[in-house]
T-cell receptor, first 116, second 113 residues
Framework: DQQVKQNSPSLSVQEGRISILNCDYTNSMFDYFLWYKKYPAEGPTFLIS?????DKNEDGRFTVFLNKSAKHLSLHIVPSQPGDSAVYFCAASEGRNTGTASKLTFGTGTRLQVTL | DTAVSQTPKYLVTQMGNDKSIKCEQN?????MYWYKQDSKKFLKIMFSYNNKELIINETVPNRFSPKSPDKAHLNLHINSLELGDSAVYFC????????????FGNGTRLTVT
């Protein structure tokens, strides 16, 4: 039962253009969403997050949009750079229900390739 | 300075053996985790400890036993290894609270032959 889905296993974007990575979820109890970036042979690195009380959060070139009614979130990277080439994981948690721990449910990732 | 470090990076062993993976964090976090990434790339939580106390146990076989000697360390011991245990195991830590981002180690790739 996949509660967090990233339906595009890969995405290729030209340098300077916008990259849009999508994520869908099914659990209506999720109230906190995160994006992680992962390079080969490294662990996932936290990128940006959004609480369910917001619909947008921005940090430099990275913006996350949340559409609660559609149970959909997206990560926009603009402008895309070659160093952004990595696997991007969407994750979600029931933040208010997990007490002292952050129990994240991850999607399977989207591999972004930024070409010159 | 590595924030979350785990050793070894690679571990190749035969079925039936017992092995351990060590994890240490220097971020001052109270909560630590073990996640497993299987061949289908699913990253799933296995355990979480808060200040040496087990708080999340996701129906992992009891061949897997986490041990937290102090809040900066969370080791994973696996008994009687099986082929299906082959995966990448990630240690992570976070501040207390359900909305705290996790900081991951670089993973241990376990191969059981």
């Amino acid at each position: 039962d996949q509660q967090v889905k990233q339906n595009s296993p890969s995405l290729s974007v030209q340098e300077g253009r916008i990259s849009i990575l999508n994520c869908d979820y099914t659990n209506s109890m999720f109230d906190y969403f995160l994006w992680y970036k992962k390079y080969p042979a490294e662990g996932p690195t936290f990128l940006i997050s959004i609480s369910s009380i917001k619909d947008k959060n921005e940090d430099g070139r990275f913006t996350v949009f949340l559409n609660k009614s559609a149970k959909h979130l997206s990560l926009h990277i603009v402008p895309s750079q070659p160093g952004d080439s990595a696997v991007y994981f969407c994750a979600a948690s029931e933040g208010r229900n997990t007490g002292t721990a952050s129990k994240l449910t991850f999607g399977t990732g989207t591999r972004l390739q930024v070409t010159l | 300075d590595t924030a979350v470090s785990q050793t070894p990076k690679y571990l190749v062993t035969q079925m039936g053996n017992d092995k351990s993976i060590k994890c240490e964090q220097n971020l001052g976090h109270d909560t630590m985790y073990w996640y497993k990434q299987d061949s289908k790339k699913f990253l799933k939580i296995m355990f979480s400890y808060n200040n040496k106390e087990l708080i999340i146990n996701e129906t992992v076989p009891n061949r897997f036993s986490p041990k937290s000697p102090d809040k900066a360390h969370l080791n994973l011991h696996i008994n009687s290894l099986e082929l299906g245990d082959s995966a990448v195991y990630f240690c992570a830590s976070s501040q207390v609270g359900g909305n705290s981002p996790l900081h991951f180690g670089n993973g241990t790739r376990l191969t059981v032959t």
